[in-house]
């Protein structure tokens, strides 16, 4: 088995930052990319940003202000957060491509955390 486990969402002002947290555990045998989506009440899920072994990408409306990474070691993902609008209010879920140690390549989803841009 393996489960994905987001953490560091909250309120913040705007203009604020936030850094989230994305930790995979189980049988891992390595983290082909991740990604992070978002969705906002009554609007599709979007992707915010992708970090594979050779680059990132980023949604238009969060370049410049959003940074993804990624600590292999610890099959850990992060999403900093800076310059934060109250458009960028969602629930925000890690996604990953993993290599199982049985072989296996699967595509995992974590449950979600909640960031709130408000005054």
């Known amino acids: 088995q393996v489960q994905l486990v987001e953490s560091g969402g909250g309120l913040v002002q705007p203009g604020g930052s936030l850094r989230l947290s994305c930790v995979a555990s189980?049988?891992?045998?390595?983290?082909?990319?991740m990604r992070w989506y978002r969705q906002a009440p009554g609007k599709q899920r979007e992707l915010v940003a992708t970090?594979?072994?050779?680059?990132?990408n980023y949604a238009d409306s969060v370049k410049g202000r959003f940074t993804i990474s990624r600590d292999i070691a610890k099959n850990t993902g992060y999403l900093q957060m800076n310059s934060l609008k109250p458009e960028d209010t969602a629930v925000y879920f890690c996604?990953?491509?993993?290599?199982?140690?049985?072989?296996?390549?699967?595509?995992?989803w974590g449950q979600g955390t909640q960031v709130t841009v408000s005054s």
């Open positions: 996604n990953a491509l993993i290599a199982r140690l049985n072989g296996l390549l699967n595509n995992y």
């Open positions: 970090i594979t072994s050779e680059n990132t």
């Open positions: 189980g049988s891992i045998f390595s983290i082909n990319n």
